[in-house]
């Protein structure tokens, strides 16, 4: 396992067209090269220190989910064997290897698709607050953690790095990309997160919740970005779950709580993550990838 993490990349010859909060992306026409670093972001902003090996769990993780949904709908994903990217690439096939993707360069869509199952972290917040998610009504009487009686669709905007995702309704999604394509979108991301959900409770993990992005690519709807990893899901072990608490989890949660505990305001610069912070949250990351991935 490697013990510094790649923090950053700096490709000559590869045009960088984007870096995220996560990825940096190049661009090798007509294709786009993804490489998942080992940054690591909690409410929004880039942590100082990498979580070591955390790229490639990700990208060993939206590979798998990728191929999982392949017949509901299409992906962006070309290969993720450094031997079959074009020829630019190989002074820097050590570095590539396990952590990119290359793949169709798509337009993205300019929303989050969130899909909950459970109400934890901000859907929580905004339950207790007035009993809705993104305009969605809820029971009054609901717990923590606890189970909703269907998946709801709960999306939100895509900020750039530094700034807040802020939840939107159905009905403002409409208002940007149009109804039919809002309605695919609904469609297609509960059937996404049910099938995972099926997924995960045969190796013992509950899916909490997940975010999907899409984009358009010739005219088609595909699957973009990464699809149901520790960065954008919430993964509980599923022996462990009590309705009513937070739950443990084999995601960023661990970090957050973190964060929480030492009262953080949430801004940038963001602290300093201690040893015993950056290891654990990378065994919760490699405990999701070995029970998901068995």
Known sequence: MDTKGLTQTSFQGLPLVSRGKVRDIYKIAPYLLIVATDRISAFDVIMPNPIPGKGKILTRMSAFWFEKMSDIIGNHLITTDVDKFPGACAPYKEIMDERCMLVKRAQPLPVECIVRGYLTGSGWKDYRNGQTISGIRLPEGLKESAKLSEP???????????????PITKEEVEDLIGSELTQRIVDISIAIYERALQIADRAGVIIADTKMEFGIFEDELILIDELLTPDSSRFWPKDEYVEGRSQKSYDKQFLRDYLLSIRWDQKPPAPQLPLHIIDKTREKYEEALNLLLK
């Open 152 to 166: 709801i669709f709960t999306p939100s905007t895509k900020a750039e790095s530094g700034a807040h995702d802020m």
